[in-house]
């Protein structure tokens, strides 16, 4: 009888065990996604994509609160990939021509200068503080 016992615990372990497998795959999977640098990267594009066409408004309200310089490192022309119209001495072919919009006002809140440091670089520009209102200053356009 306590042999039986036995046996049917050990069966609804190993069941129980066989439940927490999706889980588990699930579960890393998620993380992955999350910890991702891919990933992060491409939803910082396209998040920058989707403010300055359809929120215009929160980015020139940000570029007046936004201080500093373009120290023309380069590094928002390298986040996700190296952008195809730097050249190797690193200059904006599409500079003074059709250089997107998104190009033209980085960074647009402390997550982008937040990035540029994630990829080991150091942005010119601040934000005195996130999400402060208008105070004058004048940025990058
Ligand atoms: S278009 Fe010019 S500014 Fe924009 S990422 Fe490419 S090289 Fe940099
Ligand atoms: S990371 Fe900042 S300082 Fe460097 S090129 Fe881009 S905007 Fe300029």
């Known amino acids: 009888m306590r042999l039986i016992g036995f046996s ?3 069966w609804f372990e190993h069941a129980y065990g066989l439940t927490t497998i999706p889980y588990r795959l699930m579960h890393g999977v998620a993380q992955t996604f999350r ?9 910082a594009k396209a998040r920058r ?5 359809f929120r215009k408004n929160y980015v020139q309200d940000q570029l007046l609160v936004r201080g500093g310089d373009c120290r ?7 986040l996700l990939f190296t952008c195809p119209t730097l050249t190797k001495q690193g200059r904006c072919l599409v500079y003074n021509t059709c250089r997107p919009k998104a190009c033209k006002v980085f ?27 208008i105070t004058g200053r004048t940025g990058r356009a």
């Open 72 to 78: 023309q490192c380069g590094v928002c022309c390298n």
């Open 49 to 53: 994509f989707l403010l300055v066409h």
């Open 8 to 10: 049917i615990q050990r």
């Open 107 to 133: 960074p647009i809140d402390q997550r982008d200068i937040d990035e540029v440091t994630l990829n080991g670089g150091h942005c010119g520009y601040r934000f005195e503080a996130e999400n402060s209102s």
């Open 35 to 43: 910890d991702s640098r891919f990933v992060f990267h491409a939803n």
